[in-house]
C-alpha cells in the first residue's frame, strides 16, 4: 500500500502563496488517483483538488479554482498542491490521499483509500 506524507505547510500572509508536497512510501504513487482533502475547525473536511493516475485529468473544488493548482511527478513519487492568493478561509489542515476508486471527468475520485497524517496552513489576514 501508499502511505502519503505532507509537507510544506505554514503560517502565510493573505495574498500569498504555499505548496505542498505529498511524499510517498510504500508503493509508487503512479498506479493512484491523488486528492487534496482541508479540514478546518469545526468543519467537514472538504476535497479541494484531485488529480488522475496520468496527470491529465483534474478537479478543483469552486472556492479554489483559478487559485490552487496542483500537478504530479510520478518519476518523484510525489504530488503537489501550489497554492497562490491565500486568503483567511484557507485556514485548516490539509490531507493528500491516493485513491483506487474511479474517477470522471469534472469529478474528484469515488473513493479514496489511504491517506497522510495532514499538515497546517494558516493565512492570516
Known amino acids: 500500500q501508499v502511505q502519503p506524507v505532507e509537507s510544506g505547510g505554514g503560517l502565510v500572509q493573505a495574498g500569498g502563496s504555499l505548496r505542498l508536497s505529498c511524499a510517498a512510501s510504500?508503493?509508487?504513487?503512479?498506479?493512484?488517483?491523488m486528492g487534496w482533502f482541508r479540514q478546518a475547525p469545526g468543519k467537514e473536511r472538504e476535497v479541494v483538488a484531485a488529480?488522475?493516475?496520468?496527470?491529465?485529468?483534474?478537479y478543483y473544488a469552486v472556492s479554489v479554482k483559478g487559485r490552487f493548482t496542483i500537478s504530479r511527478d510520478n518519476a518523484e513519487n510525489t504530488v503537489y498542491l501550489q497554492m497562490n492568493l491565500l486568503i483567511p478561509e484557507d485556514t485548516a489542515v490539509y490531507y493528500c490521499a491516493a485513491s483506487r476508486g474511479f474517477m470522471a471527468v469534472g469529478r474528484p475520485p469515488t473513493t479514496f483509500d489511504y491517506w497522510g497524517q495532514g499538515t497546517q496552513v494558516t493565512v492570516s489576514s
Open positions: 488529480i488522475d493516475w496520468s496527470g491529465c485529468v483534474t
Open positions: 510504500g508503493r509508487t504513487v503512479s498506479g493512484y488517483h
